[in-house]
């Protein structure tokens, strides 16, 4: 079987992410239940970090550790990559040792040039385009929370980042509609948004975004890497806060997310994200569950 690679969510059908979910939603229920289930007892799976995290390093080592297998942490320090070995030549090594490969650094476009030459899958951790795995775990919440996502209507506020990019392809492939609402010189990659079609749209201001949306979306107004950006990015983000006032505009049970870090009083309010429209604390559990589904199709 040929291998498989996680570098966007178009690398699968909606038909094998929709599975993901329910598969994620299982393995939760059984973890909870303490079943002992280690289909990759023995594999390794290497993880590249050029971007420090949290969230991603932890749920992917605990999640090989409760499937019975290894994570191997490398910083750009612990591998030749930071003394400017190919990374086609770094691809063809820990492939061939390693059982699959997680990276989370700049770009996107080395992922794809490993991937290229990795003998084993290679899942994206983050790159400067896409963030797929938090996807897979925000439509895990979604689903636990209000059932299918098909038909409703999604708002992200706030910077056309990677995150967005995600969320856009999330439109095409899980059937939603999304509305962004960015300010002038932060919208989403045109080609991502054009790929869309009618699926995600370009708004004028956060409440034609968020008037009557069943999920509100936003991220940090300044990502790792833009911290000498934060002066400027604070005067244009200033009107994509998301507040209490913004989401009375949504329907009355919508749902708040955010990937975390957050930045209570910057780009959300302490009300909204630690109030009852907020799973947040979900969608950050959920990333180990999603990703042990996602080891699970790719590995086994």
């Known amino acids: 079987m040929a291998k498989r690679d996680f570098l966007t969510l178009m690398d699968c059908t909606p038909q094998e992410l929709r599975r993901l979910i329910e598969r994620a939603i299982e393995l939760k229920r059984m973890l909870r239940h303490r079943d002992v289930y280690e289909p990759l007892k023995n594999r390794t799976l290497a993880m590249l970090f050029e971007k420090s995290s949290t969230r991603t390093r932890v749920s992917f080592e605990v999640a090989m550790a409760q499937f019975g297998g290894h994570a191997l942490f490398l910083s750009p320090r612990d591998t030749q990559l930071g003394r400017g070995e190919p990374v086609?030549?770094?691809?063809?090594?820990?492939?061939?040792?390693?059982?699959?490969?997680?990276?989370?650094?700049?770009?996107?476009?080395?992922?794809?040039?490993?991937?290229?030459?990795?003998?084993?899958p290679v899942i994206n951790g983050l790159s400067n385009l896409h963030h797929p795995c938090q996807l897979l775990a925000d439509m895990q919440t979604w689903l636990e929370h209000r059932g299918e996502i098909r038909g409703r209507t999604a708002a992200w506020i706030g910077d056309g980042n990677n995150m967005c990019h995600s969320?856009?392809?999330?439109?095409?492939?899980?059937?939603?509609?999304?509305?962004i609402a960015a300010p002038r010189g932060y919208a989403p990659n045109a080609d991502i948004l054009a790929a869309a079609g009618d699926t995600a749209v370009v708004v004028d201001s956060p409440e034609d975004?968020?008037?009557?949306?069943?999920?509100?979306?936003?991220?940090?107004?300044?990502?790792?890497?833009?911290?000498?950006?934060?002066?400027?990015?604070?005067e244009a983000f200033r009107r994509y806060q998301v507040n209490e006032a913004l989401m009375a505009l949504a329907r009355p049970d919508a749902l708040f997310m955010h990937c975390l870090p957050a930045h209570r009083g910057e780009e959300v309010t302490a009300a909204v994200i630690d109030g009852p429209h907020s799973v947040v604390w979900d969608e950050a559990e959920n990333r180990l569950h999603a990703q042990k589904a996602l080891l699970e199709f790719l590995l086994t």
């Open 209 to 234: 975004a968020v008037r009557d949306a069943d999920l509100v979306v936003t991220d940090v107004w300044a990502s790792m890497g833009q911290e000498s950006e934060q002066t400027a990015r604070a």
């Open 88 to 120: 086609a030549d770094t691809a063809r090594v820990l492939g061939r040792m390693a059982d699959a490969v997680m990276i989370r650094n700049h770009s996107q476009a080395v992922q794809q040039e490993f991937a290229a030459h990795s003998p084993a």
């Open 167 to 179: 969320w856009i392809e999330g439109a095409r492939q899980f059937g939603y509609r999304l509305r």
